[in-house]
């Protein structure tokens, strides 16, 4: 398939993801204060093993997700302007659902089979795995509508859900903890009646059932759907592998209050950081995939939101690690927990290689290799199981760290090794010019904080990030200007 390249349709389309961005950002913004306030506020009122249980419950729900529901939402997103262009929409949604309630009946069937292997191998009690599989229903139809509403290009109703779902959750969460003494299962409680309520407002806001209608399902619909989602399920078992599954080894090694502290560095770090990241995701892809069905050659697009991530991204992420002591103090009112500053770094960046991905691997997704996506994510998570095996028994919380962060370099490194000919990253290298020459005051300002000048930890944190962003704004305006 030949692509051509288009500067007005390219220059439209910025437009309008920037549009859409500001539409997002909302919901990103107050998503990632949400995420801020869920660590402090949970680890007040939970132990450190009440709340290793809490992580590891909700590390188990994702991963039954990623297996039978997830993927069916992701799908729905990347076929759905085909469809649309097909006017056959009411067979497309009933295969789409036909899909997932096929998937969770085959999951309880699978979960009553399998339950003895279930608890000893994840090593959680018997009622939280069964709130876990209730819990699957309301998230599984959450997921699908969600991807749904981004597939329409309705930015406003899906930042309006997100929200509305964000503090909802925390709220009724608080509210079984401290009237009903649930601890851990709270939140899980807390989390299923809010996301009950808000499937109820996203059916709604989707419009889903003016197009649903019960029609027969052809093998031809349905394939597509397989193969273009299986292998994104198998690839997020692999990310799941490198994020997650290193509580379930922590736990069996060192117990439930050690992975509350691997659960506090990981609240404040990937769910918090990849939130206000994925304002440009959330806003890009679903254009991008439009573009490149209208045979548009999108590879410039993808070069200049990649700049866009590292800007945003990189200083951030820096910030945190140099005052990763501090940034755990502020954000985790349990003195107990004060230990997640050593993983904070290690999964900062850990988050910052995961995330970029999500830019080099849309290659595989817009050709629909999937497959290649799933081949590297495995390989990377395998060896970052290897490498908590190996490192957890004598390094402990830095074994973690470095499985993690090393899990995730490796994936990053094969995706922009492994290239589908003629969706090969343009490297964003004027916006890297730009990010390298503003990281010099950035440094020079942090070496007179840490020897010459001492205010408090914050505000130096955001002096910095500060003059970071004047120098990369000055040198967009002069040296390093855009020409097109």
Same mark, same amino acid.
């Given at each position: 398939?030949?692509?051509?390249? !288009?500067?007005?349709?390219?220059?439209?389309?910025?437009?309008?993801?920037?549009?859409?961005?500001?539409?997002? *950002?909302?919901?990103?913004?107050?998503?990632?204060?949400?995420?801020?306030?869920?660590?402090?506020?949970?680890?007040?009122?939970?132990?450190?093993?009440?709340?290793?249980?809490?992580?590891?419950?909700?590390?188990?729900?994702?991963?039954?997700?990623?297996?039978?529901?997830? &993927?069916?939402?992701?799908?729905?997103?990347?076929?759905?302007?085909?469809?649309?262009?097909?006017?056959?929409?009411?067979?497309?949604?009933?295969?789409?659902?036909?899909?997932?309630?096929?998937?969770?009946?085959?999951?309880?069937?699978?979960?009553?089979?399998?339950?003895? !292997?279930?608890?000893?191998?994840?090593?959680?009690?018997?009622?939280?795995?069964?709130?876990?599989?209730?819990?699957?229903?309301?998230?599984?139809?959450?997921?699908?509508?969600?991807?749904?509403?981004?597939?329409?290009?309705?930015?406003?109703?899906?930042?309006?859900?997100?929200?509305?779902?964000?503090?909802?959750?925390?709220?009724?969460?608080?509210?079984?903890?401290?009237?009903?003494?649930?601890?851990?299962?709270?939140?899980?409680?807390?989390?299923?009646?809010?996301?009950?309520?808000?499937?109820?407002?996203?059916?709604?806001?989707?419009?889903?059932?003016?197009?649903?209608?019960?029609?027969?399902?052809? &093998?031809?619909?349905?394939?597509?759907?397989?193969?273009?989602?299986?292998?994104?399920?198998?690839?997020?078992? *692999?990310? &799941?592998?490198?994020?997650?599954?290193?509580?379930?080894?922590?736990?069996?090694?060192?117990?439930?209050?050690?992975?509350?502290?691997?659960?506090?560095?990981?609240?404040?770090?990937?769910?918090?950081?990849?939130?206000?990241?994925?304002?440009?995701?959330?806003?890009?892809?679903?254009?991008?995939?439009?573009?490149?069905?209208?045979?548009?050659?999108?590879?410039?697009?993808? *070069?200049?939101?990649?700049?866009?991530?590292?800007?945003?991204?990189?200083?951030?992420?820096?910030?945190?690690?140099?005052?990763?002591?501090?940034?755990?103090?502020?954000?985790?009112?349990?003195?107990?927990?004060?230990?997640?500053?050593?993983?904070?770094?290690?999964?900062?960046?850990?988050?910052?290689?995961?995330?970029?991905?999500?830019?080099?691997?849309?290659?595989?997704?817009?050709?629909?290799?999937?497959?290649?996506?799933?081949?590297?994510?495995?390989?990377?998570?395998?060896?970052?199981?290897?490498?908590?095996?190996?490192?957890?028994?004598?390094?402990?919380?830095?074994?973690?760290?470095?499985?993690?962060?090393?899990?995730?370099?490796?994936?990053?490194?094969?995706?922009?090794?492994?290239?589908? @000919?003629?969706?090969?990253?343009?490297? @964003?290298?004027?916006?890297?010019?730009?990010?390298?020459?503003?990281?010099?005051?950035?440094?020079?300002?942090?070496?007179?904080?840490?020897?010459?000048?001492?205010?408090?930890?914050?505000?130096?944190?955001?002096?910095?990030?500060?003059?970071?962003?004047?120098?990369? &704004?000055?040198?967009?305006?002069?040296?390093?200007?855009?020409?097109?």
């Amino acid at each position: 398939m030949e692509f051509v390249e !288009n500067k007005e349709v390219e220059k439209e389309q910025l437009k309008a993801i920037f549009r859409d961005m500001v539409k997002y *950002s909302p919901s990103k913004i107050i998503g990632m204060l949400g995420n801020a306030i869920i660590v402090p506020v949970y680890t007040s009122l939970l132990s450190p093993e009440q709340y290793g249980l809490y992580s590891l419950s909700i590390a188990l729900l994702s991963f039954l997700c990623i297996i039978f529901s997830d &993927w069916v939402g992701l799908s729905g997103l990347r076929f759905f302007r085909h469809h649309q262009i097909m006017k056959d929409m009411p067979k497309y949604l009933t295969t789409l659902v036909t899909i997932l309630i096929t998937n969770i009946f085959l999951m309880f069937v699978v979960a009553f089979i399998f339950r003895n !292997n279930f608890y000893e191998f994840f090593k959680i009690p018997v009622k939280y795995f069964l709130a876990i599989l209730v819990l699957i229903i309301p998230v599984a139809i959450r997921a699908l509508l969600f991807q749904l509403l981004r597939a329409q290009l309705k930015s406003m109703s899906f930042t309006l859900s997100t929200i509305i779902n964000q503090f909802l959750t925390i709220l009724l969460s608080v509210f079984f903890i401290k009237f009903f003494n649930l601890g851990a299962m709270a939140l899980l409680l807390g989390m299923g009646v809010s996301i009950s309520l808000i499937d109820l407002l996203l059916i709604y806001q989707s419009n889903i059932l003016s197009w649903f209608k019960l029609q027969k399902i052809e &093998w031809h619909s349905v394939l597509p759907i397989f193969k273009y989602g299986i292998p994104i399920a198998a690839t997020s078992l *692999s990310a &799941w592998i490198i994020n997650q599954s290193n509580k379930f080894i922590m736990n069996s090694i060192h117990g439930f209050s050690q992975v509350g502290i691997v659960g506090v560095a990981y609240g404040l770090t990937l769910p918090l950081l990849m939130t206000i990241f994925s304002i440009i995701t959330v806003a890009a892809i679903p254009r991008i995939i439009n573009m490149y069905e209208e045979k548009i050659d999108v590879r410039p697009i993808i *070069s200049r939101f990649t700049g866009y991530f590292i800007l945003i991204a990189l200083p951030v992420i820096t910030v945190i690690t140099l005052y990763s002591a501090d940034y755990v103090h502020m954000l985790s009112s349990n003195d107990k927990f004060q230990d997640a500053f050593k993983l904070v770094p290690y999964f900062a960046f850990g988050t910052f290689f995961m995330a970029i991905t999500d830019y080099t691997t849309l290659q595989y997704h817009l050709a629909n290799k999937t497959y290649i996506d799933f081949i590297i994510k495995l390989t990377s998570g395998i060896a970052g199981v290897i490498l908590n095996i190996l490192l957890i028994p004598d390094f402990g919380l830095i074994g973690v760290g470095i499985a993690t962060l090393g899990a995730n370099l490796l994936y990053f490194l094969l995706s922009i090794i492994i290239v589908i @000919p003629g969706l090969g990253l343009m490297y @964003p290298s004027l916006a890297m010019k730009r990010i390298l020459l503003a990281f010099i005051p950035f440094g020079i300002m942090y070496y007179v904080f840490a020897n010459r000048v001492h205010i408090p930890a914050l505000a130096e944190m955001l002096v910095l990030i500060t003059v970071f962003y004047v120098c990369y &704004w000055w040198a967009a305006k002069t040296i390093f200007k855009r020409c097109d």
